[in-house]
């Protein structure tokens, strides 16, 4: 493929990783190198010849470096069309020389902004003629080369670059300005305007790994992660298995926002499936965590994932081993463990480091036909519980409401837990409405049972939560029938007085948190 040679290249940097290197062959190869401010600085005290674009455009650099790259010696050196007569006489009549190759990365806006700067700093941030530049050369890829990263550095230091070299590298610079320019709104809509949902919300990904396929195999797949600071399943070091799947990337995340609600709890296990819990508990040490977890739904368990709150220990991992498990997620894992999980080459290890603050904010988007459904985050917790019941629950009752709570938070509607003692006994999920989710977790729990050999289920003396209000009495009734002797739900349904009335006759002890926690 013909390439076209590079005789005249503009470098203007903030981030100078390997600019000197490329510099240094760009000139080997006869570039002649213009720059600017500390680049050029850099490049000088590298032994580099280097021509200042100052002189390239007659006038200096000024206003604190805002202005020095916005003259037609630049971007009309950018933008002539090299085989269009019109263009090269312009260029011929004021002296304008052609501009081959420009490397450009942009200020750190988001760096800046990350570190808490003030709002002038921030401002100052904002590159302009960076990304003039890099349109500009984006436009006419056709004869230019623009380079906004400096993994691409080696596609140019040969000196030379053909067409498909610069179209891959102007599909790259333009998503480069977007990301920048979607960042900047971003930051003005909703930092400094404060607006939660601002008239345009700019969504910058980037992609990580091709999936084989996405769902199912006749869908196509691609996973992207957030740009920023942020920190999750996208962001954690796999340390062993095979590429993982859309499903198990999905499920891994849901494993991993539902652990991170009991990171500064006790030792505690998360098993997921099909992105619903299926078995939850805390104890002394994380393998009495995963016994009781895993107890819940021995059979939901298998194929499942599994989320941990401390480091991963051999104790842990060796029951893990003893059943096929996708995927395991841990803020870290000690060296034993890893040796144990290294014999089962399928299973997939997560290094998250820290886990996510659950109360964190940010917002979720999912897409629908013809548009987008956008909300904050789930990081709501009830304050102070108010007891609608005649009997009051016991400290231990309501420990266990508040994690069957939390359990709930992340189950699909319609979603009832039963925990006891710091364990779910039973989960009902996803179902259409409320008094089949109880039942199904209580059969859930008597069948755990018999598989036990327990005499009878966990839910007998359990407390069961229900993730929005019950609209009926029929629902805590069978919670009373599975043996639960403690309620948690919002309230807020016209038959509340009814189900109260229910509830007293139970001789349950109920708890309304006025906060509900659909999932869909």
């Known amino acids: 493929m013909t390439s076209i040679p590079i005789r005249r290249a503009l470098l203007s940097v903030s981030d100078k990783t390997g600019i000197v290197d490329l510099a240094t062959a760009l000139a080997a190869k006869g570039v002649e190198l213009v720059s600017t401010g500390g680049t050029a600085t850099a490049l000088r005290a590298a032994g580099l010849a280097v021509r200042d674009v100052s002189e390239l455009t007659g006038f200096p650099e000024m206003m604190d470096g805002r202005v020095k790259t916005l003259h037609p010696m630049v971007h009309g050196g950018l933008l002539a069309v090299r085989d269009d007569a019109g263009h090269v006489a312009s260029m011929e009549e004021h002296a304008i020389g052609a501009i081959d190759l420009v490397i450009v990365n942009l200020y750190p806006f988001e760096a800046t902004v990350a570190r808490g700067a003030d709002r002038d700093t921030v401002i100052e941030n904002i590159d302009i003629g960076g990304p003039s530049m890099v349109r500009s050369a984006a436009k006419n890829h056709a004869f230019v080369a623009i380079v906004t990263d400096p993994a691409d550095y080696a596609t140019v230091a040969g000196g030379s670059t053909t067409l498909d070299d610069r179209k891959r590298l102007a599909a790259k610079a333009f998503a480069t300005t977007a990301a920048y320019d979607g960042a900047i709104a971003t930051w003005f ?6 607006e939660a949902f601002p008239e345009t919300l700019p969504i910058t990904l980037k992609r990580g790994d091709a999936l084989r396929y996405g769902e199912n195999p006749h869908q196509s797949a691609a996973f992207y992660t957030a740009t920023g600071s942020v920190r999750g399943i996208g962001q954690a070091r796999q340390v ?18 539902l652990i991170a609600e009991f990171r500064d709890a006790a030792p505690s296990v998360v098993i997921v499936k099909h992105a619903n819990p299926c078995g939850v508990a805390t104890a002394a040490t994380l393998g009495e965590a995963y016994a009781a977890a895993f107890a819940c739904d021995t059979v939901s368990a298998f194929g499942g994932i599994i989320a941990v709150n401390r480091t991963l220990d051999a104790e842990t991992a060796r029951a893990i081993t003893g059943i096929f498990t996708e995927v395991v997620v841990a803020p870290d894992a000690d060296e034993e463990a890893i040796a144990l999980f290294a014999a089962k080459k399928n299973l997939r290890l997560l290094l998250t480091g820290e886990l996510p603050d659950p109360a964190r904010a940010g917002l979720t988007a999912k897409s629908i036909a013809g548009g987008w459904l956008v909300q904050g985050r789930d990081n709501g917790t009830p304050g102070e519980l108010t007891v609608v019941t005649k009997r009051q629950p016991t400290p231990q009752e309501l420990a266990d409401c508040r994690f069957a709570w939390t ?27 409320r008094l089949e989710s109880a039942r199904i977790a209580a059969w859930k729990a008597k ?34 029938e599975a043996g639960a002797t403690a309620v948690i739900q919002p309230g807020g349904s016209i038959r509340d007085a009814d189900v109260i009335a229910a509830a007293d ?9 006025g906060m509900r926690h659909f999932r869909h």
Do not use: C
């Open 447 to 480: 069948d755990a049972a018999e598989k036990a050999g327990w005499a009878t289920p966990r839910t007998i003396g359990s407390a069961v939560a229900s993730d929005a209000f019950f609209p009926f009495a029929d629902g805590l009734l069978a919670a009373v």
């Open 407 to 433: 359990v709930a938070k992340h189950t699909k509607s319609n979603a009832i837990v039963y925990a006891k003692d710091g364990s779910t006994a039973g989960v009902g999920a996803g179902q259409m409405n």
């Open 240 to 257: 062993q298995g095979k590429a993982l799947s859309y499903n198990n990337l999905n499920d891994a995340d849901a494993a991993l926002e």
């Open 189 to 194: 809509g909703t930092v400094d305007q404060g």
């Open 505 to 513: 006759e139970a001789g349950l002890a109920m708890v309304f948190t």
